[in-house]
């Protein structure tokens, strides 16, 4: 199948800096590709304020069409999101398709999705995304419909796809709630682990991360959202300490909202974790732009509170002169706990792997506990939520030797009788 010839329009406001712009572009450029596309040209505009018509002037839309024919291009993509009657009105100057970034951004998501979860996921995003635009991209949607829905007396087709729409995004959110209600089931299991999700910017090497610390087997490659389906795997430290990382989809510039909203559930990991570990890409000329576009998408999440530890990650692409500037640099802007550290270099990740340790320790101290003989439920409870590491049993009481969490550690801490001590 030939690849699509696409030609990028960037329309971005006359406040944003030309680099700063030129770099979204290059961004737009390598989601295309991504999406299989092959870039034949750009268009670029500044503007006030978007044209109500094309978005872009009307000038400009007709330099456009000149440059459609010109490169014989079959998709035109915008970077900045438009209205369904922008869309309309474009293809019907244009005379060839047109997609904007969040549209390009689920085609992605649609073809990198793995599980039956992802895919439920994606879809919700793409049918939102489709429903107020259904008279520009109509489609007869049998394949959906599933032979369900036959026209009624004096409904059109475009009706009937409407119908059929709304009853599957109801559907899909309903199956969504149960997978949600399973994911806090099995992290309700884990309460007793420390348990460490990974964020950052799509592409800045969470994957990697996780691979270098577990010694997994995950899919790690130099493209945006080479994966979308969470992975958690444990990883052992110093000492028997043992954390469950998880990685989760990244984040990027103007990510659709239906997208964020249908990878909730998925997201939910890092709303539930002990520690977030924020991976930035130290090589990228504009990682304080992308760190602050994770940040925004995680305070969306209701997740901006979490203990974070900032990982510059890829520190082997820069030279020494430019590693100890961004140390400089990091130093003196960020507020954040930060360590550097490659997962190509030998012992690139040493240094994570400790802090990770010291973390896992400060919220799972090491206690020695007292407990009468008749608190059986507290004893139940030292073994269900934390790690016991040594008992002796004495005529009235129980001496335990564990890690606990905080948490599990204060309720017992209030309870009559029971005497903590500091473990050697």
Known sequence: MPRERALLVGAPSKDIEPEVAAEHLEELARLADTAGAVVVGTLRQ???APHPKYYIGEGKAL??????LETGATLVIFDEQLTPAQGKNLETLLGTRVM????LILDIFATRARTAEAKMQVELAQLEYMLPRLRRMWTHLSRIRGGIGLRGPGETQLETDRRIISRRIRDLRSKL???????????????KEFRVALVGYTNAGKSSVLRALSGANVLVEDRLFATLDPATRAVELEDGVRVLLTDTVGFIRKLPHHLVASFRATLEAALEADLLLHVIDASHPRWEEQKSVVEEVLADLGADDRPTLLLFN????LTHEEEAALRVRVSAIVPQPALFGSTVEPGGMDELRERLAEEYRASHPR????IPVVDGEALAAVYREGEVLRREEHD???DVVARLPLPVLGRLQRRAGILVFESP
């Open 177 to 191: 709630a149960v997978v949600a209600r399973q994911r806090a089931t099995q992290r309700k299991a884990r309460a």
């Open 367 to 370: 206690v020695r506990l007292r």
């Open 63 to 68: 330099e456009l069409r000149e440059r459609v």
């Open 100 to 103: 904007d970034r969040s549209e």
């Open 314 to 317: 890829k520190v082997d692409r």
């Open 46 to 48: 500044r503007l006030d």
């Open 396 to 398: 009235s009481v129980i």
